[in-house]
């Protein structure tokens, strides 16, 4: 049997709030990148290799975490988690040397990717209990934490503070919100049945996890091309001035960020299978448009269809992981691994594609992924819902007599 101990309503708030404070670090970093560049003297090769290592960390990290919410609670392993994420979000500031950067962007990211794991699986929990789809929302609120957190740290830059002051300021405060908040998550633990053994200290990725990873890797692949690389297009390809350049960036953001909030909504009416085919058409779509385009406006309008068409794809593939197996949390940090390495690898790809012929055949290659969405979409299926439903009526029955879950 799992324990659950949480109201459903204030346990998604609660969710909202740490999806919310996870994207708010990770948009505050990235604004202070320069600064740490310019204070250690990093040329942009050196400071490219050291941005490699907050996946490496992460990808090495997140098995563990199915291990550690088996062992203390999902409560208490994500409030442990979210100090230890709000520390090592303060040291890349403090590194007095490139080696020490990367060891402490790589404590980052393994510190990120357990809290994503764990928060991950939370999220699918309290989405199987209310019997809706609330994932999308979650991740829009991760999203709209990361446009928050760059917006502040823009300010802080914009003044001339130093980083070491403003992520220090920034990660003692969300150290002492993140535990707050944690108050009101679901405590899931595991019990004695077969199907809640405790996973492996080092969780690889089942089997049922990797068709669903192919179908995220697809969509961060598009993602983290359109991220990274949309204000470089436009300013290279089709020569846009800066400003228009980076507004490109900033309104691909808001528009995956928009339409991951209003996301549920789709899923809930279509399914998720029909849901990612249409976003996978609209992407590819989009990059279409961005290949072909001839102006600075009808590209813009293409990376927005492909941040629109691949917004809810991310938090569907986080959902059917956390479906796919008797232990969630392993499925989630399988899945989880996959997306990541797809975020590492899509920046370079694209840059190495675009150095041996060019941006718009990299973008080719963007199209296609996100064109195999629509092939791929069938693994998020969702599979047994009778049985949950049954498990989930079963739950409500044993609650109204009084007695636990």
């Known amino acids: 049997m799992r324990r659950y101990d949480c109201p459903l309503s204030p346990a998604r708030r609660a969710l909202a709030a740490v999806f919310a404070l996870h994207g708010a670090l990770s948009g505050s970093l990235a604004t202070r990148l320069p600064w740490i560049q310019d204070h250690l003297g990093l040329g942009p090769g050196r400071l490219g290799l050291a941005l490699v290592f907050p996946a490496l960390g992460a990808s090495c990290a997140m098995p563990l975490a199915a291990r550690l919410g088996h062992r203390f609670g999902s409560r208490a392993a994500l ?44 999220g699918v929990e309290v989405e199987d209990r209310l019997g809706r789809s609330i994932m999308s929302g979650l ?24 980083a070491r002051v403003h992520l220090g300021l920034t990660a003692a405060g969300l150290a002492l919100l993140g535990p707050a908040v944690c108050r009101w998550v679901p405590d899931v633990r595991g019990g004695t049945d077969a199907a809640q053994d405790p996973p492996p200290r080092f969780a690889l990725p089942p089997r049922s996890a990797l068709a669903i990873g192919a179908v995220g890797f697809c969509a961060v692949f598009a993602e983290g091309a359109g991220l990274d690389w949309s204000a470089v297009y436009l300013r290279r390809e089709l020569g846009a001035d800066p400003g228009l350049a980076a507004a490109c960036t900033t309104a691909f953001t808001c528009t995956m960020a928009a339409a991951r909030l209003a996301g549920d909504t789709v899923v809930r009416r279509f399914g998720p299978v029909a849901a990612v085919r249409a976003g996978g058409a609209v992407a590819a779509a989009g990059g279409a448009l961005v290949v072909t385009a001839r ?9 927005a269809l492909i941040g629109l068409g691949v917004a809810v794809v991310v938090p569907l593939v986080f959902a059917a992981a956390g479906r796919s197996g008797p232990q969630p949390a392993r499925a989630i940090a399988g899945v989880a691994t996959i997306v990541y390495t797809s975020g590492l690898v ?24 996100a064109a195999g969405l629509l092939l791929a979409a069938g693994a998020l299926r969702p599979a047994g819902d009778a049985p949950r439903a049954v498990e989930r009526a079963r739950r409500t029955r044993s609650t109204a007599r009084g007695g636990g879950p």
């Open 79 to 122: 409030r442990g988690l979210l100090v230890l994420l709000c520390a090592a979000f303060a040291l890349p500031a403090l590194s007095p040397g490139p080696v020490v950067l990367c060891a402490a962007l790589a404590g980052y990211g393994a510190a990120a990717g357990m809290v994503d794991v764990v928060m991950n699986a939370l």
């Open 295 to 303: 102006g600075p406006v009808p590209a813009m309008a293409g990376f």
């Open 346 to 369: 899509a920046p370079a790809a694209v840059g190495q594609l675009a150095a041996a012929t060019s941006l718009s055949v990299s973008f080719g290659l963007v199209t296609l992924l």
């Open 139 to 162: 991740h829009g609120m991760w999203s709209t934490g990361t446009l928050a957190g760059s917006a502040l740290g823009t300010l802080a830059a914009h003044h001339g503070t130093d």
